[in-house]
């Protein structure tokens, strides 16, 4: 039986921190609100000069590395983003260029925030179906560009960020159970509204979210998936060993901990210092506790993502 098996993670963060306390003196707001409604103290802000397929460059130089493997053994990228660099080609051709190699599949997924979750799904089953050996899968995102830093309600909330795995083949069992869920009733309450139409831009390319009703979804929709991928794979709940979410807002996170009889101690937390990097939160925050070895080998991992469209999804996966 062919599985596929995170092989490798790798991360980068925007030299440029922007603090509460800076945003403000920008906006009607204060470190207080943001924190006490969301958990978030800083985020990363990418330079003027940095794109999308930049972040996920160096994300994925640090994930090969840790793998241990070079650009010529990947056969297959993905690249999760919602702020790719054009609207084509592709991030994910764009950074298989940057990266040197040419000639095998790269695409971007774009659920927005589950983005990294529906790129991971999708390359898991490319290695079980055999198309392919050594995956790169990659969250990248520069939200600050599609972001309006005159409204309070949404700029106080992201950040820019990307975050990278190597997935190989393996006959072990690493990716257990991959749950992709979608519902466009709901495209309206986050979105960002634009085309490009005949030259000119249509539409307000500003993100816009209603945020008390992306927030009852997104509790209720994380915690029933947590249920259905645990059954799926057929595990009780008490053999989860690390809760690695989207990091939107800590309340959120808190809500599906307490769903599942996690402490927080075995929940991986960023957005306190990334705010929501939309796709990269995810392989951020799976660097950052690969990296300070919180992780044992064995252990269980539910990754757990959800966004605009709706779009959510979940991977439940041995380390
Ligand atoms: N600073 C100060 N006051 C603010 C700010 C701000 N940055 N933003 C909004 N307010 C005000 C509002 O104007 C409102 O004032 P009013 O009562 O005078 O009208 C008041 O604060 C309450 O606003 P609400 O939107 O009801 O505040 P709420 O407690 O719902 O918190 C928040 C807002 C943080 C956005 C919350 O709804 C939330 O986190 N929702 C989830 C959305 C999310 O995380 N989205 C990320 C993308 S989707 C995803 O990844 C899940």
Known sequence: MQYSRIAGTGSYLPARVLANAELAQQVDTSDEWIVTRTGIRERRIAAADELTSDLALKASLAAMEAAGVTAADIDLIIVATTTPDVVFPSTACILQDKLGVHGFPAFDVQAVCAGFVYALATADQFVRGGMAKTALVVGAEVFSRILD???????????????????????????????????????????????????????????????????????????????????????????????????????????????????????????DRHGNTSAASIPLALDEAARAGRFKPGELLLLEGIGGGFAWGSALLRW
């Not at 989207?246 to 101690?265: F, P, Y």
């Open 149 to 271: 830093w005159d409204d309070r309600s949404t700029c106080v909330l992201f950040g820019d960020g990307a975050g990278a795995v190597v997935l190989k083949a393996t006959d072990q069992p690493g990716i257990l159970v991959t749950k992709l869920k979608a519902d466009g009733r709901y495209r309206d309450i986050l979105t960002t509204p634009a085309s490009i139409m005949h030259g000119d831009v249509s539409g307000k390319p500003f993100l816009h979210m209603d945020g008390p009703a992306v927030f009852k979804f997104a509790v209720k929709a994380l915690a029933e998936l947590a249920t259905e991928t645990l059954a799926a794979a057929g595990l009780p709940q008490s053999e989860l060993s690390w809760l690695v979410p989207h990091q939107a807002n800590l309340r959120i996170i808190e809500s599906t901990a307490k769903h599942l009889g996690l402490s927080m101690d075995k929940v991986v937390v960023t957005l």
